[in-house]
């Protein structure tokens, strides 16, 4: 093999015996140069030829404080598409060219043809008073002969004027631009161009006071900030991004009309000779109108931040006041008490004071009366029936066991959690018998389903909230860290089609676009905070409870676990933060991050419905988040590539229908029941047994009808989604949490009732308020102000100015309303159930 030396030398002999490249042919010495004094608003009627040269000259006079546009206009006669029609405008500081015919190329490398052809000239800064400016425009060619239209213009409203709407017509080929400069004390304005025809597609820039303007299709996107319209555009320019306090608003009409959502257009082979010859476009002309008007000021910012701030913080103020009403009605009643000496229950009940004492958002006081009926007979829990409900413990309560009442009071009730383990209840095989026989039964009290020790509960619920920060933290990361990428991508390039924004209400801050959007969510977090503070605070009470050994706390009421409320304020706090970042630059890539955790405030939502009556079988928070990762993974998948694929709807639609089976099974039949190769030959027998040998009824008729109700539901979603398909999957998947939730909360408010419970002031004031908030909060979310779900100049048809304090849009009163509405359902969730604080467990229904 030889040597890289050798080869090397070999092709260096090669390049010298190469016969040199063959020179290009000079200049004609002979070229005629006409040279013209040429003046405006005339129509000049030329040819030229490839041995010709024409140029016009032109002057104008320029003042330092009054800024002229002119504007070229061309017209080339002759069809010549091989050998078109050079011009070339030398000006002061710039030199224009352009070809006639002018091609312009699409999608997919499509060529365009235009015939007439006018660009407005960029006007160069001049520092005296009067200075007059001249320049050429030369006219060469190739062909043998080529006759044209030559025609320069003043143009008439080149500055544009605030708050005064302009009229104009551009095409692909004809494209405008007009000027504005900042009047004083304006930092910022919004550029607003409409029209009454959504195509053709037109892009809408924004560029310095440079030579030259880049006003073509296949160049407007080089510089400045670019919408595409098909009806509105809206830009918000600040002055400090313009050091010469002015700007340039570019209006091009695009060649094809796909960006926009358009057709593409189809052209026939037949009326070309080759698919790379350049198509005619005609009839591409749009009307369109401007106009600048001054945005808000900073004091506008500043007011708009202290009133959300003042709305939220607003809540803390009237819980603090309520939570002092609440202890000063406690500190008399007991100070009443004690004045008569009678601090027993049967005294207070004979003093008048039968009902308890209401629980306040904060939580509970020490219990001095109580007078709840119970679900039978309506009589007031009295000491004696305290005392026989205590005294049989060893049957109703599972952590009391053999022991006396006195060995219970004894026991310390905030043991460490360290040395106990849910496992250690559960290895014997008599207490699965004993679950079957107690889980089985017709009727169930919540003490049947409270059987194991509070301290293992407590340990177990406690995880929801240890895993939900977790969570929580690494999700939020990379999120935040995303979204400033993509906002950096839309600063730096200029490109505004990246993120879809109500364009008409996007208030910049910083190196954010939609600062409006942001701030609005600040109440998920502030009102997520305060509702850990009121359980910090109930939880705190319910522990002093413990340590005292009170009687209601040990043996009345719904199970006191605040694990699941912990973990629904951190999704409350999460949602305010992922929303927010979702807002930085909205768009399908990134929609997930705003409903991620309301996947989670439902699901928690609904595992607390359910923890309250059945706090034993409740699911574990590994089991629970391990399914919501499944939702949410159908999410992505489903917003990636849901969208028309019907393998996807199949499949999803089939595991959401399985999926509601098998879990209500499980609600049924309280987790008796095991999934393996004999569940078939199971479901035969029943269906055998309870059917065909004799028509009898379910034995749980209240379970049958929830669940009958919800898979009819949940069939009915399935079907919809497989049918319609729509677009946006992951409102199609909240919904049907949504629905879910709604449902089981209506059950359960009805069960209740029927159950001879009642409901008390707070929480009652709380449903009807949180439900009319729901209702006006669903009112805003509909209005629709943008939606990734079509092209950004699409999109754009559906914004709309500001509605509140010329700040916040549609969407930011519903972010305002849905955190209140959120807060409201975490309380009346809270204090649903504050009416058997003073009823024994082993007369609380299960439902």
């Known amino acids: 093999m030889p040597s890289a030396g050798a080869a090397a030398l070999a092709w260096a002999l090669l390049w010298l015996l190469a016969p040199p490249p063959a020179l290009p042919e000079p200049l004609d010495p002979k070229k005629n140069v006409e040279q013209k004094d040429a003046v405006f608003d005339r129509t000049y009627s030329d040819w030229v030829a490839s041995d010709t040269l024409n140029i016009y000259a032109f002057n104008h006079t320029v003042l330092r404080n009054r800024t002229e546009g002119v504007r070229v206009s061309v017209n080339v006669l002759s069809d010549h598409k091989d050998l078109p029609v050079l011009f070339v405008v030398r000006q002061k500081e710039a030199v224009v060219s352009f070809q006639v015919p002018l091609i312009l190329r699409g999608l997919f490398q499509r060529k365009y043809a235009y015939q007439e052809v006018s660009r407005t000239l960029c006007q160069p800064q001049t520092k005296v008073e009067v200075e007059t400016q001249h320049f050429f425009v030369d006219v060469s060619t190739?062909?043998?002969?080529?006759?044209?239209?030559?025609?320069?213009?003043?143009?008439?409203?080149?500055v544009l004027r605030t708050n005064e709407a302009f009229t104009f017509n551009a095409t692909a080929s004809q494209p405008q631009y007009f000027k504005y400069e900042f009047p004083d004390g304006v930092d910022?304005?919004?550029?607003k161009v409409t029209s009454a025809m959504a195509f053709p597609c037109s892009v809408i820039s924004i560029q310095d006071i440079?030579?030259?303007?880049?006003?073509?299709?296949?160049?407007?996107?080089?510089?400045?900030?670019?919408?595409?319209?098909?009806?509105?555009?809206?830009?918000?320019?600040?002055?400090?991004?313009f050091p010469s306090n002015s700007f340039y608003v570019v209006v091009v009409v695009k060649t094809e009309d796909e960006v926009c959502g358009g057709a593409l257009p189809y052209y026939p082979l037949s009326k070309r000779t080759s698919p790379d010859e350049p198509v005619d476009q005609h009839n591409r002309q749009k009307m369109l109108e401007v106009m600048v008007s001054p945005a808000i000021t900073s004091e506008a910012y500043v007011s708009s931040m202290l009133f959300c701030l003042g709305i939220f913080l607003s809540f803390y103020v009237i819980t603090v006041l309520i939570a002092c009403w609440e202890n000063c009605r406690q500190q008399k009643k007991k100070g009443l008490l004690a004045a008569m000496d009678s601090p027993s229950l049967d005294t207070a009940s004979l003093l008048g004071h039968p009902h308890s004492i209401p629980d306040s958002f904060l939580g509970h006081a020490p219990y001095v009366g109580c007078g709840y009926g119970s679900f039978e007979n309506g009589s007031s829990c009295s000491t004696e029936a305290i005392t026989d409900s205590m005294g049989s413990a060893d049957v109703s309560y599972g952590y009391v066991g053999e022991r006396s009442l006195e060995n219970v009071a004894s026991r310390p009730r905030l043991d460490s959690l360290s040395s106990v383990e849910e496992d250690d209840y559960d290895t014997l095989a008599d207490i699965d018998y004993d679950k079957n026989v107690i889980r089985t039964k017709q009727y169930l009290c919540v003490a049947d389903l409270a059987r194991k020790d509070k301290r293992v509960l407590r340990k177990k619920y406690q995880i929801y909230f240890w895993n939900i920060a977790t969570i929580a933290v690494f999700y939020a990361l990379p999120v935040v860290q995303l979204v400033i990428t993509y906002q950096t991508v839309v600063n730096v390039t200029g490109n505004q089609d990246i993120c879809y924004y109500n364009f008409l209400c996007a208030h910049p801050l910083g190196n954010l676009s939609a600062f409006n959007n942001i701030i609005s969510n600040l109440g998920y977090v502030l009102l997520g905070l305060l509702f850990l503070l009121i359980i910090l605070q109930r939880e705190i009470n319910y522990n002093r409870a413990l340590m005292r050994n009170d009687s209601h706390a040990l043996e009345c009421g719904i199970p006191k676990h605040f694990g699941l409320f912990y973990a629904m304020g951190t999704a409350l706090m999460m949602e305010g933060l992922l929303s927010a970042c979702y807002h930085v630059c909205p768009n399908y890539t990134n929609f997930q991050f705003d409903t991620s955790f309301m996947y989670m405030i439902a699901g928690l939502c609904m595992l607390k419905l359910y923890q309250k009556r059945h706090p034993d079988i409740n699911a574990s928070a590994y089991s629970a988040y391990a399914c919501l990762a499944v939702v949410i993974f159908f999410s992505v998948i489903g917003v990636v590539f849901g969208k028309g694929n019907m393998v996807f709807w199949i499949i999803f639609s089939?595991?959401?229908?399985?999926?509601?089976?098998?879990?209500?099974?499980?609600?049924?039949?309280?987790?008796?029941?095991?999934?393996?190769?004999?569940?078939?030959?199971?479901?035969?027998?029943?269906?055998?047994?309870?059917?065909?040998?004799?028509?009898?009824?379910?034995?749980?008729?209240?379970?049958?009808v929830l669940l009958v109700m919800g898979n009819i539901i949940n069939w009915s979603l399935a079907a919809y989604g497989l049918l319609v398909r729509p677009n946006d999957f992951a409102s199609y998947l909240l919904a049907i949490g949504i629905c879910n939730l709604l449902l089981y909360f209506a059950f359960y408010i009805i069960m209740k009732l029927r159950s001879g419970e009642r409901i008390k002031l707070i929480p009652l004031l709380c449903i009807i308020g949180t439900s009319v908030v729901w209702g006006f909060a669903?009112?805003?979310?509909?209005?629709?102000?943008?939606?990734?779900?079509?092209?950004?100049?699409?999109?754009r048809e559906h914004n709309r100015d500001c509605i509140l304090l010329d700040f916040f849009d549609d969407h930011d009163i519903w972010h305002f309303l849905s955190s209140i509405a959120m807060f409201g359902s975490f309380l009346v969730l809270l204090t649903l159930d504050d009416d058997l604080d003073c009823v024994q467990r082993d007369k609380i229904y299960v439902f």
């Not at 030579?211 to 600040?238: H, R, S």
């Open 142 to 158: 190739l062909s043998l002969n080529a006759s044209y239209q030559l025609r320069v213009t003043r143009v008439e409203n080149f």
């Open 188 to 191: 910022s304005v919004i550029v």
């Open 210 to 241: 440079l030579c030259p303007v880049y006003d073509l299709d296949n160049n407007v996107a080089f510089i400045g900030m670019y919408q595409t319209m098909t009806k509105k555009a809206a830009i918000t320019v600040q002055r400090k991004d």
């Open 654 to 704: 089939v595991m959401h229908i399985m999926a509601t089976l098998l879990l209500s099974t499980q609600l049924y039949y309280m987790g008796r029941w095991k999934l393996d190769t004999g569940i078939l030959r199971r479901i035969l027998h029943v269906m055998y047994t309870d059917c065909v040998r004799q028509c009898s009824g379910p034995m749980y008729v209240d379970r049958m």
């Open 778 to 795: 669903l009112f805003f979310f509909f209005q629709g102000l943008s939606t990734w779900q079509k092209t950004p100049a699409e999109s």
